[in-house]
């Protein structure tokens, strides 16, 4: 492929991502130390947390016996992610805990991350020390996790390789409820860009400066190469079955996802021993239209949420549409 065609190729491609804002990840502001916290020192680097969570002082109720982990997706934060959520799920006096995960350092400024860019199975172990931190510090025997896009992903690969769950005892795993919301738990093609990625490699481009350009440019990192339909990783976590025996989980998507497309590959397969609800938001409310960034912060997906973690919150709370 003659030299001056790859540039063209790269022009066309870079000026194209460039026009996809959904896909560009936004830069969180500067790291916090958590005051008062349990967390080992390299959790030091994690930014302020929303409002309702990280109260390390928090004592489980007999209502809510389990904490609660929230779980932000590629290119966020917690604070940002969570800011609604959050407090919501702590007035209905849950112990709400939220962490950041995956950090890339910025370009032009080494003092800034980006968040949920790095690797999903060092993330999926740094999650496995929050939580562990958590439930030493809560006295409860199990947490419940709650997981935007990506976080839905490191959730399950936190389940199955990093000591979640237990295959061989059921009720000794960790987690009792995973609620995922538009979870890329069979990959997507972001959009197109994996078309992309396949049309520069048939021209000849080198993969290596295909990944480099098109997930550095679009602010998605190592974590969006893990996130293509086909991944090596999203193969290995959902070979033998994709959930776990013991756990019970709500797999919620939204029929006008942009980020996770086509939107049905964020639902699991209810094969196995573990309960598995698969559901829209739109069910029973066609009229709501919220987005895959928007999920965090939409009351009806909030109502799913609660009653997903506590059944009985339906009994006395309506389900508001929008």
Not at 134 to 159: F, M, N, P
Not at 204 to 209: C, K, N, R, S, V
Not at 291 to 308: K, M, S
Request: glycine content about 10%; overall charge negative.
């Amino acid at each position: 492929m003659p030299k001056h065609s790859g540039r063209v190729a790269i022009a066309l491609a870079s000026a194209a991502l460039i026009s996809m804002g959904s896909a560009v990840a936004s830069v969180p502001s500067a790291a916090a130390d958590v005051p008062d916290s349990p967390l080992p020192a390299d959790f030091s680097d994690m930014g302020a947390a929303p409002a309702g969570a990280n109260d390390w002082s928090c004592v489980p109720t007999e209502a809510h016996p389990r904490p609660v982990v929230l779980v932000h997706g590629t290119g966020a934060d917690m604070a940002t992610t969570w800011q609604t959520m959050a407090p919501a799920l702590a007035d209905q006096g849950y112990c709400v805990y939220a962490l950041d995960y995956g950090a890339v350092q910025t370009l032009l400024d080494p003092n800034r991350v980006i968040w949920g860019l790095g690797d999903i199975a060092e993330s999926a172990g740094r999650l496995a020390t929050f939580i562990d931190t958590v439930l030493a510090s809560t006295d409860a025997e199990k947490v419940d996790i709650v997981g935007h896009s990506q976080g839905g992903t490191v959730a399950r690969q936190y389940l199955k390789f990093n000591g979640g769950a237990d295959d061989a005892n059921p009720a000794s795993s960790k987690v009792e409820n995973l609620v995922t919301l538009g979870g890329t738990n069979h990959g997507t093609n972001f959009g197109d860009i994996q078309q992309m990625y396949l049309i520069l490699a048939a021209a000849g481009l080198d993969q290596t400066i295909i990944s480099e350009m098109l997930f550095g440019l679009t602010g998605l990192g190592t974590a969006g190469r893990q996130q293509l339909i086909g991944s090596p990783l999203l193969q290995r976590l959902n070979a033998g079955g994709e959930v776990e025996p013991g756990v019970r989980y709500t797999v919620v998507g939204t029929k006008f996802d942009k980020v996770v497309t086509p939107p049905e590959r964020t639902f699991l397969d209810p094969s196995g021993s573990a309960d598995v609800h698969n559901l829209w938001v739109q069910d029973g409310c066609e009229a709501n239209a919220v987005p895959h960034q928007g999920l965090t912060f939409d009351a009806r997906v909030t109502y799913i949420v609660q009653t997903a973690l506590d059944p009985a919150y339906a009994d006395t709370h309506t389900a508001p549409c929008g």
